[in-house]
């Protein structure tokens, strides 16, 4: 254990009794206490499994020998604080002479009490953080802490889709269930609505109340967009997907829409889509693009285009990529030039600002080192009818 862990599990354990660790070691720094350790000690209202367990990791690296009164005395919720710092007081000279790689460390660099007091001030600012972390830890391990994936189903085979059976299935799915065997993470994946992870507010896209609310802990299958690293945070991506905004108009075109030139049309733009008007606005070659108005683009709230959304809505077309899943080939043409969208044709999944889950990336990097995710890629073909596009 170094001496940044150890001086950690310290100030978690004081913290974790509601004690002021500076008070407990000495007096002189409780006036550098702000109100993190509930200044003037006292019995705490927390239990004392926590900080026994923290005592126990300390004492790891006295290879057992911490005083047992030492011990009783830091994990008890029923220790006054001037008893408390009477016991660390009378066993300071014992633990400092134990031939520990800890002790032996700190009595080699600081040879005065004064001066490691010093350096846990360090460790103050960032105490709240710290202690947070290892509570959301050890409950996730005590509980076995389930994480929700939500997806929207509209990327269709071989990615995501309903079997003959009625079932979820797909490469985003084995693709899941390989990244949480790898990080022993147990992990669900289920259908979640567009608006639950991202949706239009006004004139911009923010995150979802699902997503906020932590009834997803991720949302998967979506482009990384400009907009979108606004409200979430996003993971690395999956495969390699289209993701360019063309103009879907009725078969046959029989309004005679000029994809080339929109200048005063009104435009439908489907509103979870990152084909929205600001890719719309980044088309060169079509005339009036650079200038869209908002006045002009209506938001639809739908997932599936029908004819009598053009009327109902009084669009001349529909910006939108050009996936099935959301129109009927029999019904609609898609025309004009495609737009692409976002930086890079990429699909991954995001989580709501400062709850990043890095566990998934590292076991997505340690998948594509050891091959399993190649072989997953090779796999889909087999399994759901054609090969994924993995990068």
């Given amino acids: 254990m170094s001496i940044p862990h150890v001086t950690i599990v310290l100030l978690c354990a004081a913290a974790l009794r509601g004690v002021n660790a500076f008070e407990i070691y000495n007096p002189v720094y409780t006036g550098m206490d702000d109100g993190l350790f509930h200044p003037g000690g006292g019995p705490a209202s927390r239990g004392s499994i926590l900080p026994t367990l923290l005592i126990r990791a300390m004492d790891g690296d006295l290879e057992g020998r911490l005083p047992n009164s030492l011990t009783s005395a830091l994990s008890s919720r029923r220790v006054p604080v001037p008893l408390l710092r009477a016991v660390i007081s009378r066993h300071m000279p014992e633990i400092q002479t134990q031939e520990s790689g800890f002790f032996r460390s700190i009595m080699a660099s600081r040879h005065t009490q004064e001066t490691m007091l010093r350096d846990l001030v360090l460790f103050k600012m960032t105490l709240s953080e710290m202690g947070k972390a290892f509570l959301r830890g050890a409950v996730e391990q005590k509980e076995g802490r389930k994480y929700t994936f939500g997806t929207h189903l509209q990327v269709g085979k071989p990615y995501e889709y309903i079997d003959e059976h009625g079932r979820l299935t797909g490469f985003l799915f084995d693709f899941i269930d390989e990244v949480c065997k790898v990080a022993k993470r147990n992990c669900v994946l289920q259908h979640s609505p567009f608006y ?176 399993k995710y190649y072989k997953l890629c090779k796999e889909t073909e087999r399994k759901h009818g054609s090969r994924a596009s993995c990068l």
């Fill in 196 to 371: 639950d992870c991202n949706f239009v507010q006004g004139e911009h896209l923010a995150a979802g109340k699902g997503l906020l609310s932590g009834k997803y802990d991720m949302c998967l299958s979506w482009f990384n967009t400009s907009e979108r690293r606004l409200s979430v945070s996003f993971t690395q991506p999956f495969w390699s997907f289209q993701n360019s905004g063309s103009f879907l108009v009725k078969k046959g075109n029989p309004d005679n829409f000029n994809p080339n030139d929109i200048e005063g049309e009104k435009i439908g733009f489907i509103h979870h889509l990152s084909s929205n008007p600001t890719c719309l606005r980044t088309a060169k070659s079509i005339v009036g693009a650079h200038s869209f108005s908002d006045e002009n683009a209506v938001v639809l709230e739908v997932l599936n285009v029908i004819p009598k959304d053009f009327e109902t809505n009084k669009v001349e077309a529909v910006f939108m990529y050009p996936s099935t899943n959301l129109y009927n080939p029999d019904e609609f043409d898609i025309i004009g030039e495609a737009v692409p969208c976002s930086e890079k044709a990429e699909l991954g999944g995001f989580t709501r600002k400062g709850y990043e889950l890095k566990w998934f990336d590292e076991a997505f990097e340690e998948m594509k080192k050891s091959g």
